[in-house]
C-alpha cells in the first residue's frame, strides 16, 4: 500500500528516566510512543546496557525492547560506554531500515557522542530516505566543530538527490544550527519552517528551551508540533517533536 506521508518523531529518552531521574519506565514510554503512531522514531540517549538498572526492570536494551513493543525495525548506535554499560541514538522504524552506519561526533573527552546514519524505503516512494539521529554537545563551540562533522559527512555519503531527515537532540539554545545546516547543505527546520521558530522542548514540565529539531531536505513539511501535557511531561526530562513529511509534488 503506497504511503502519501511518514511521521517522524525525534526523542531524547533520558535513558528511559523521569525527569528527576529515579526508576526506568519503559512499558510508559513505549505506550505513549505506540498511542502517537509516528512511522520512524528518531530517539537519543538510549541505553543498550545498564547492569545496576537492568536488574529487576524490564526494558533491556532499551532500543530493542521498545522495537519489540512496536513492532518496528531498530538500528542503534553506542556512543558513550562505562564500566557498567553503554547509550546512544537508535532509529526505529515501521519500515526495514537498509543501512546502519555510525559516526563519531565526539570532539571533547567530556561528551562522547555520535551520528547515526540509516535508510528506508517508505511504501511505494520512488526513492528511499537517508535518516540521521544525533546528539550534539552542550558548549556552543563544540557545536561548531561538530556541525563541520556532520556537513563532511553528508557531503561525503549522503547522495544530493536523495531525501533526507536529520533529527535529534541539538542542544542549540542559541540557534546557530540552522544557519550552518540550511548555507551548506539544504537542510531546513521542520518547525520553525511552519511557524516561524522552533518547538520549545525542554525541561519537560515547564518548556522553555527549543533543543530538539528536525531538519529535512528534499521533502515539504505538512505538520509540525512538540508532544505537550501528560504523559510526555512525566516520562522523560525532554518532550518528543514530531513532525509529518511528504516528497514534493
Known amino acids: 500500500m503506497y504511503v502519501n506521508h511518514i511521521s517522524v518523531l525525534t526523542y531524547n529518552l533520558h535513558k528511559g528516566m523521569a525527569p528527576l531521574g529515579g526508576r526506568v519506565h519503559l512499558p510508559q514510554m513505549a505506550a505513549a510512543l505506540r498511542q502517537q503512531g509516528a512511522d520512524v522514531l528518531f530517539l537519543q540517549e538510549v541505553q543498550g546496557r545498564h ?7 524490564e526494558g533491556w536494551p532499551q532500543h530493542s525492547y521498545l522495537a519489540q513493543a512496536l513492532g518496528y525495525d531498530a538500528c542503534y548506535g553506542m556512543n558513550a560506554r562505562y564500566d557498567h554499560g553503554h547509550h546512544g541514538n537508535a532509529v526505529l522504524s515501521r519500515f526495514a531500515q537498509q543501512l546502519a552506519a555510525n559516526h563519531d561526533l565526539t570532539v571533547s ?12 524505503q517508505p511504501v511505494g516512494w520512488p526513492t528511499p530516505v537517508a535518516c540521521l539521529c544525533g546528539h550534539f554537545n ?12 556532520l556537513l563532511d559527512y553528508l557531503a561525503r555519503h549522503v547522495p544530493p538527490a536523495m531525501p533526507l531527515i536529520l533529527a535529534g537532540d541539538f542542544n542549540d539554545w542559541r540557534r546557530e544550527a540552522d544557519r550552518h545546516l540550511w548555507q551548506e547543505a539544504g537542510l531546513y527546520e521542520a518547525h520553525a519552517r511552519l511557524h516561524g521558530h522552533h518547538g520549545r522542548s525542554f525541561p519537560a514540565r515547564l518548556p522553555l528551551l527549543p533543543l530538539d529539531r528536525i531538519y529535512v531536505r528534499g521533502l515539504e513539511v505538512q505538520q509540525a ?5 501528560l504523559p510526555w511531561s512525566a516520562l522523560s526530562d525532554h518532550l518528543p517533536l514530531q513532525a509529518t513529511l511528504r516528497l514534493p509534488g
Do not use: N, S
Open 138 to 149: 552542550l558548549l556552543a563551540h563544540d557545536r561548531r566543530r561538530q556541525y563541520r562533522v
Open 51 to 57: 547492569d545496576g538498572r537492568a536488574a529487576g526492570q
Open 225 to 229: 508540533a512538540v508532544c505537550r501535557g
Open 109 to 120: 573527552r567530556l561528551e562522547q557522542r555520535g551520528l547515526l546514519h540509516t535508510i528506508i
